[in-house]
């Protein structure tokens, strides 16, 4: 039986998570899940299998085809470009999908009952939540309450990057040997590979190994 | 712009609680959302779109893939029978879904949410609830207060029914005008039609109108 189950996207973050995970609580002790949610760009499931793959965790994928019947996100829609800005209505920008983070918590959470597993990890940063309010502590403390009544189950969410800028994340990862794995990573929101290294995301991404002094093992490995 | 979701299963409570709302918001100003989770019973779906389009309410279909995904539960799979007693370790009927409710809540405020709809309701109760952790006053507070913050986005959710016995719901619904729309309500956990009468949820219905001293239009009906 696991003691935890971390949420894995692909991405530079919940990767450096499952490094965390696998030094808080062993070896063994670990696995990861999934979501499958109609991402426009599928390379983030290959990146998260690969990642998994690597720390000896077992991964689940579970489908959620609810979002995309929800429609209307950039995220999901390629229909909608990434950088037309922020949404009229919410000034949110148009990659937020509303209550993802819960969705995604929950779900884990029923994942983990029937299995015993009390402790879920997820890699959302409050410091660099670009306006994501389901990114934030007091979201994740109030979302574990909920979930502590609503199954009646003591289960803990363990954010460890929650108030780390991007440059300690990177700097945490390479404390944790994860830093091989962040090659198998995906961060690019238009999904190029190489990434196009000029979206907000792959930015984001590069002024943190730059701040951190450190080189990004996704772009070293594509010096042509 | 509606004002009010009403989280339509097509069974007894939650038909009881669109005729609440539409009481309560005023006619036109109120839609339904019916989740397709795989339910081993596809005749709820039936209802509630008769139960929506009797009450002249727009409905949504949402799938959720993920509950089946989930698998080990009686009312998806179809290889797990209903009455087969309590799990094991849980102590929970086997028709429990962990988390459903937080999942049902939380994609009706993600499909609020960009409509600009402020109210949910749904009609879990706490009298009856057979054991669900998740149909408790305290389990949505929390949760409304998580989605609040977690969408930055003031929803209120409605529980009408929390702390009414089925009689007391029976009585309301009479109040409402709602019993002829309960004629076209799924209520069996066998899924027969008519009803098999002797599931616990086709006698805790059956008790519920006894106590009210009304007759169940949907027997009513089936009086050959």
Not at 135 to 158: N, S
Not at 172 to 183: F, H, I, M, R
Not at 219 to 224: G, I, K, P, Y
């Amino acid at each position: 039986m696991s003691q935890a189950l971390v949420v894995l996207s692909g991405g530079q973050d919940s990767t450096t998570c499952l490094y965390w995970a696998l030094q808080r609580f062993g070896v063994g002790q670990i696995e990861a899940v999934t979501f499958d949610y109609g991402q426009r760009h599928r390379r983030e499931l290959d990146c998260a299998a690969r990642v998994a793959a690597r720390a000896g965790a077992p991964q689940t994928v579970l489908p959620i085809n609810t979002f995309a019947a929800l429609g209307g996100n950039a995220l999901i829609d390629a229909g909608i470009p990434v950088q037309d800005g922020v949404n009229a209505q919410t000034r949110l920008p148009n990659t937020f999908v509303p209550g993802r983070n819960l969705i995604f918590l929950t779900f884990a959470a029923a994942f983990a009952y029937p299995r015993g597993i009390r402790h879920l990890v997820t890699g959302v940063a409050q410091t660099d939540y670009s306006g994501y309010p389901d990114c934030r502590q007091a979201t994740l403390q109030t979302l574990e309450q909920a979930l502590r009544l609503g199954m009646e189950y003591e289960i803990t969410i363990h954010a460890p990057l929650m108030f780390k800028s991007k440059a300690d994340t990177v700097r945490l990862a390479s404390e944790l040997g994860a830093l091989p794995a962040l090659a198998d990573t995906h961060t690019c929101y238009n999904g190029v590979y190489p990434p196009c290294g000029e979206c907000p995301s792959c930015q984001l991404r590069a002024r943190g190994f730059a701040e951190a002094g450190l080189v990004d093992p996704l772009l070293a490995l594509n010096v042509v």
